[in-house]
């Protein structure tokens, strides 16, 4: 992306600002420059993270061509710089930057194939699957490793916490697929010395299942 765009269009945004709510009006699209931006939509009174955006990614496009509002939230995770596109000047890069054009084709056809994978994969996988994956998202930003390295590990409540927040799995449910997960030898539960719960599985788990 050209200096001159970024000098003309862009602006800093600190982690954990939000830059538009689902059902805000809108008219801009924002293109990331270098950063980090969560896309979340509210589901049975919880807060579903439905892409994770970075460098070059762009969105809230949608308010270009429909007078729709906004059908998602989109907080920024790091510190970024993020271009903020009208409609106007969206025109004239288009009509006048056919490789801009191209990338933004492109970057639609690939979402649209997502959205595809995501909505089939909704229809089969089973709530100990989503459980899973949830894992491997949650360990990401709040999981560590035991005393040999070979474990890993991630706060129980936290872990409970985090499946409510964003997947809408209450804790009692969540407690049934923990228990059948560890029937099946996929993890463990133990303590620390203080008595704080960690759920313990092995890094292979994630890999069985593509999780990484």
């Given at each position: 992306m050209s200096v001159d765009l970024v000098k003309k269009f862009g602006s800093t945004y600190k982690a954990g600002q939000t830059i538009f709510k689902e059902g805000d009006f809108a008219e801009e699209m924002y293109i990331i420059h270098q950063g980090q931006v969560h896309i979340s939509k509210r589901a049975k009174n919880a807060e579903q993270i439905l892409a994770t955006l970075r460098d070059g990614d762009f969105f809230g496009e949608m308010a270009l061509f429909t007078e729709s509002p906004r059908s998602a939230t989109a907080v920024v995770v790091t510190d970024s710089v993020i271009l903020k596109i009208d409609k106007k000047s969206f025109d004239f890069m288009v009509n006048n930057n056919s490789t801009?054009?191209?990338?933004?084709?492109?970057?639609l056809c690939e979402r649209l194939r997502n959205a595809d994978n995501q909505i089939g994969e909704l229809l089969v996988v089973s709530r100990e699957t989503r459980i899973l994956k949830a894992m491997s998202a949650f360990w990401?930003?709040?999981?560590?490793?035991d005393a040999?390295?070979?474990v890993l590990l991630l706060p129980y409540l936290g872990f409970c916490d985090y499946l409510k927040k964003t997947y809408g799995i209450t804790v009692e449910d969540a407690n049934q697929s923990l228990l059948k997960l560890r029937n099946q030898n996929l993890l463990h539960i133990r303590k620390?010395?203080?008595?704080?719960?960690?759920?313990a599985f092995s890094p292979k788990v994630l890999e069985f299942f593509h999780l990484t």
């Open positions: 801009f054009a191209i990338n933004m084709i492109r970057k990401n930003s709040e999981g560590q490793k040999s390295g070979q620390d010395t203080v008595g704080k719960q960690y759920i």
